[in-house]
């Protein structure tokens, strides 16, 4: 594996301050020199050549930029520093970004852990820390990042069920925080051979299917109508339980188990009903 070989290039500014001066004197005594003497000339034709030839490893280094130079296929360095440098002219040169990117996938359908189809995408947050195993690494590290990450995607959605069906359970739609940590923790070790880093990985589009997507939203609508039959079975039974209890104890009204489990009957109705109770006033006697 190649690793990358930080190293500051000379000063771009110094090289002009000597090459410059060193062009234009070799321009000016080759005239002069032609005029009197030849082979004197083409001697100061040379160090014009040699002169303009290292003017050509002048390059510029821009802010979050790195530049890694290679001389005959064989990797140099990288240069990092920002601003205008200098280094053999011979070197090739390759621009590598290392600003944050974002990558956001397309939709992705694939079947979750109990194997229902779910539409699934995630924004990938990277940048390049390694420009050599960038370059030498992969073939092309930007589409290496959208591939793995899908691929990454995938594999997560095949491991948690879309809903849980206990509070134990992790899933896609209610564990987020744990989802978007597992998401970015494969994502990293795909990437990690190409010299990229994950900064931040989450799911930014979640759903069913459309072809199971009403059949799911029932399923929804009747877990939730449950729960909250649940709860409110639950408040009832409380609310009687109180009612009976005080009735007792500040002595109200004498009732016998039968006239209890009437009085039970009627609250419930009352509190779990879904349409409010109609009264009916009993002008009789207590047990007509």
Not at 11 to 39: K, Q, T
Request: charged share 25%; glycine share 6%.
């Amino acid at each position: 594996m190649i690793e990358e070989k930080a190293k500051s290039a000379l000063s771009g500014w110094l090289a002009l301050a000597v090459l410059l001066p060193l062009a234009a004197g070799s321009a000016y005594l080759m005239v002069e020199a032609f005029e009197r003497d030849p082979w004197a000339g083409l001697g100061w034709m040379f160090l014009l050549i040699f002169a303009a030839v290292c003017l050509g490893g002048l390059f510029v280094v821009h802010p979050n930029q790195g530049l890694v130079l290679q001389l005959f296929g064989a990797y140099a360095y990288t240069a990092r520093n920002p601003g205008l440098r200098w280094a053999n002219p011979f070197y090739s040169k390759r621009r590598i970004s290392l600003r944050v990117r974002n990558f956001e996938s397309e939709k992705l359908k694939v079947n979750d852990a109990d194997g229902n189809p779910v539409e699934i995408a995630a924004v990938v947050v990277w940048k390049v820390v390694d420009t050599a195993e960038a370059c030498f690494e992969v073939d092309d590290y930007e589409n290496y990042v959208r591939v793995q990450s899908e691929a990454a995607m995938r594999n997560l959605a095949t491991r948690y069920p879309y809903d849980a069906h206990d509070e134990s359970e992790v899933s896609l739609r209610s564990n987020t925080a744990e989802v978007a940590e597992d998401l970015k923790s494969e994502i990293h070790a795909r990437l990690s051979k190409a010299g990229v880093r994950v900064l931040e990985a989450r799911i930014s589009h979640l759903a069913y299917a459309p072809e199971i997507a009403a059949v799911m939203l029932q399923r929804q609508q009747a877990s939730a109508i449950i729960a909250a039959r649940q709860k409110i079975v639950e408040g009832a039974v409380g609310m009687v339980e109180m009612a009976l209890a005080r009735l007792q104890r500040e002595k109200v009204v004498e009732m016998d188990e039968e006239r209890k489990a009437a009085m039970v009957s009627n609250l419930l109705v009352v509190l779990c009903g879904e349409r409010a109770a109609q009264p009916v006033l009993n002008t009789g006697s207590l047990y007509q």
